[in-house]
């Protein structure tokens, strides 16, 4: 929507546009009276969505308004917390009079703003308008550059008047990653064609990577006139589905949102398709949405828009490779997975804590992968790993405890392990890594009465304070049976009970019994044949 328009709104037709009807299976984000939203980005750190939006105070003129972001954070897309609102306008600075606009892309661990700042200085500059910069770690504190990155001068086809706010239009930027060029962005952006000058074309500029170096690419030409119908063409966004890109903007006509399709993002016009509006797709009234934006969160996809004086978030269902239709978010979020310790040794207990919201005995899916030989990232079955499949939630924080095994079984080596959410929106962001037992020690024979010419020899080892390495050295095939005792004569445990083939047999014991842990103290292991006993006393340690 123009920036300006909101001068020629009456006072019936603006309360008529903040009562919209939502759309059927929206989540919200309103903001606090006196604002509205207009343009925003939605982003997600850490299980937490982040969205930032031009607000706009409806009770005031236009000029002095859309002077900061705002703000608000979300554990579900339902439940919204407004934080202070960020990079507000700087009097002594470019970005003097407005900002809009925003939009984010992840490097590593810095999150990348580009925004639409707008200069007013008289005789030189009238609602000049120029693509800035911001970056920041944790997405509430933001360090912006001094300069703009991105102008209309560096575009030949498109009109450049800083005193003509009119027809020089150059703002509403969306970067996502150039598919053309890993580690490079592509950018689109709103701009007036010197062709017709007052009519607005989406275009693309592009960068090898660093976001303060941009270059011009193209107008996508499906967004002009001539195709659209509209002399607008505003908030662009665009995204992949089943080997399509999508191009949404919004438009001037009554349905205010439409879009075009291409196997190809920079393709020419004869490489795109014209879609129309959204609403002949949905099969809703769409004539009070504008500013669209899209999220991709895991497996999830979600549609999202300004309607009146809110944002509506909408679940993606797709219903054919070019069409989709909505659904509500599902209220239910694993916020977070994360290890209870790490590393462990295989064979010893291992804790998965889950953190959630709204979904006490909910059901979650759970994924494991494995790092192969090769360095890569491998699905395998929970089950492999002696994890359960799925965890039922607890509360706002569940422990999920199991044994570990390596990954194959038989390894010799580590095995790195991640878990994630079947819909892939929460995964364990550290890996874990099971390590082999070390071999039991061979430590000198510490047991009872018999001569060295004995069939059977019993050797004591420690692998840990609290873990014993037991090990049967036999002659010859025995009937042996080898148990724990306490210093009472109560039998703790069977280890074994049956034939031993001729040679070396290890056990090992983690000072458990039937009845749970045997806890520290004076044990006797003893072992029996037909032919002898032996008996080595032995201390578990805490």
């Known amino acids: 929507m123009r920036r300006w328009l909101w001068t020629a709104l009456s006072i019936g037709a603006l309360a008529s546009l903040l009562q919209a009807p939502p759309a059927a299976g929206a989540a919200w984000m309103t903001p606090p009276t006196p604002y509205r939203p207009k343009d925003f980005t939605l982003v997600k750190k850490d299980g937490v969505y982040h969205l930032f939006y031009i607000r706009h105070n409806y009770s005031t003129p236009p000029v002095p308004t859309e002077i900061d972001f705002g703000h608000a954070t979300s554990y579900d897309l339902y439940n919204w ?78 009109v450049c008047d800083s005193t003509n706010f009119v027809e020089t239009g150059f703002r509403d930027p969306f970067v996502m990653p150039d598919p053309a060029h890993p580690g490079g962005w592509l950018m689109a952006y709103t701009a007036n064609s010197a062709t017709d000058s007052a009519s607005e074309v989406i275009a693309l500029a592009a960068s090898s990577g660093d976001p303060t170096s941009w270059s011009d690419v193209k107008p996508l030409w499906i967004t002009w006139l001539p195709t659209s119908g509209s002399s607008f063409a505003e908030s662009p966004h665009i995204f992949p589905h089943n080997g399509l890109w999508f191009v949404f903007f919004t438009v001037d006509g009554p349905q205010p949102i439409a879009f075009a399709t291409s196997t190809d993002p920079r393709a020419d016009l004869d490489g795109w398709t014209w879609g129309g509006s959204l609403d002949a797709m949905l099969g809703l009234p769409t004539n009070s949405w504008f500013a669209s934006e899209y999220l991709r969160d895991g497996t999830q996809e979600y549609f999202c828009y300004v309607n009146g004086n809110h944002i509506e978030i909408n679940l993606m269902r797709w219903t054919a490779p070019d069409q989709f239709a909505f659904d509500f978010p599902p209220i239910f979020h694993v916020v977070s997975l994360t290890w209870a310790g790490i590393p462990v040794q295989e064979g010893q207990p291992a804790a998965l804590r889950l953190a959630t919201v709204n979904g006490t005995n909910a059901t979650v899916n759970l994924e494991t992968l494995v790092l192969d030989a090769a360095g890569r990232w491998k699905v395998v079955p929970p089950d492999s790993l002696g994890m359960p499949a799925a965890v039922t939630v607890t509360g706002d924080t569940t422990i999920c405890a199991w044994t570990t095994h390596r990954w194959p079984s038989g390894s010799s080596a580590p095995t790195t392990i991640l878990v994630r959410t079947v819909d892939q929106t929460a995964v364990t962001g550290t890996p874990l890594v099971v390590n082999p037992l070390p071999p039991p020690p061979h430590w000198p024979f510490s047991s009872g009465p018999g001569d060295s010419e004995d069939r059977v020899k019993l050797h004591i080892g420690r692998s840990a304070p609290a873990r014993l390495a037991i090990e049967v050295e036999t002659s010859a095939d025995v009937a042996a049976r080898l148990e724990i005792y306490d210093v009472q004569g109560r039998r703790v445990i069977t280890l074994a009970r049956g034939t031993l083939s001729r040679g ?31 008996v080595a006393r032995v201390a578990l340690l805490p």
Do not use: E, K
């Open 504 to 534: 070396s047999h290890v056990f090992q014991w983690n000072g458990r019994g039937a009845g749970g842990s045997a806890g520290a103290g004076v044990y006797l292991v003893r072992l029996t044949t037909p032919a002898t006993t032996r």
């Open 81 to 158: 917390t407004q934080q202070p609102p960020i990079l507000p306008v700087r009097p002594d600075n470019w970005d003097n009079l407005h900002v809009w606009a925003p939009t984010i892309v992840q490097t590593d661990s810095t999150y990348t703003m580009l925004y639409c700042g707008v200069t007013d200085q008289p005789g030189l500059y009238n609602s000049y308008q120029r693509i800035g910069m911001a970056t920041s770690a944790d997405l509430y504190d933001w360090t912006r550059l001094d300069q703009p990155v991105f102008s209309c001068d560096q575009v030949p086809w498109a």
